[in-house]
């Protein structure tokens, strides 16, 4: 079975700052997506970034970077110039894409405070 | 469009009763997925719909729980003889569901149970 790990349950970085956040799974598959969702109080799930597992380059989207291993099967997400926004859990996640309806799971969360 | 709707928002009830949650998915998908997040934990998988049909069951955690789907539209979640450990917020996504390539899943804001 594919498991998400979090290790990190709070973390807290200054306005402007740049924090990392960690993540690691498990998985016999060789081809899948790995996410990063941000929860805002408001519950609404939100896509921050996605990596296919079978593309070395790592993906970014404006202030948001990955760090994917695939040897080491670790996925961080950095956070450039961080924002008051930013403030929220971000959940790490994977999903096989042999089925491009699967199920995702989710890690516990990280919980990010951005400090003024 | 509209994005994905849950109703309702919050719902108190009290032990043993019966539940429904109610997602209307964004118009044209026809993938449905209903996950349950407990008090900071990460998503949980429960069920998926593709149509009205339901490959996918194999995270209803008892048989008090079901779940049906009325064409590729909306879906209710029932709990019945709810417990207090169903406390939690249930959240409902969709995705087109079709094609080939990847399908975002988009979510909703959840429903939060909480059973007294």
């Known amino acids: 079975a594919q498991t998400v790990t979090q290790s990190q349950p709070e973390m807290s970085v200054q306005e402007a700052e740049t924090v990392t956040l960690s993540c690691t799974y498990d998985?016999?598959?060789?081809?899948?997506?790995l996410f990063w969702y941000k929860q805002p109080p408001s519950r609404q799930m939100i896509l921050v970034i996605r990596?296919?597992?079978?593309?070395?380059q790592n993906a970014t989207e404006n202030r948001f970077s990955v760090n994917f291993q695939k040897a080491a099967k670790s996925f961080s997400l950095k956070i450039s110039d961080s924002q008051l926004g930013d403030a929220a859990m971000y959940f790490c996640?994977?999903?096989?894409?042999?089925?491009?309806?699967?199920?995702?799971?989710f890690g516990k969360g990280t919980r990010l405070h951005i400090l003024p | 469009g509209a994005g994905v709707s849950q109703s309702p928002s919050n719902k108190v009830t009290e032990k043993g009763k019966d539940v429904e949650l109610r997602c209307d998915p964004i118009?044209?998908?026809?993938?449905l997925y209903w996950y349950r997040q407990r008090l900071g934990q990460g998503l949980e998988f429960l069920i998926y719909?593709?149509?009205?049909?339901?490959?996918?069951k194999s995270g209803l955690p008892s048989d008090r729980f079901s779940a049906e789907r009325t064409g590729e539209s909306v879906s209710t979640l029932t709990i019945q003889r709810t417990q207090q450990e169903d406390s939690a917020v249930y959240l409902c996504?969709?995705?087109?569901?079709?094609?080939?390539?990847?399908?975002?899943?988009?979510f909703g804001p959840g429903t939060r149970l909480t059973v007294l």
């Open positions: 990596q296919e597992a079978y593309k070395q």
């Open positions: 998985t016999s598959e060789s081809d899948y997506y």
């Open positions: 118009s044209g998908h026809t993938a």
């Open positions: 719909f593709q149509g009205n049909s339901a490959p996918d």
């Open positions: 996640a994977y999903r096989r894409r042999m089925n491009r309806d699967d199920k995702i799971i």
């Open positions: 996504a969709s995705s087109l569901g079709a094609g080939v390539s990847y399908n975002e899943q988009f």
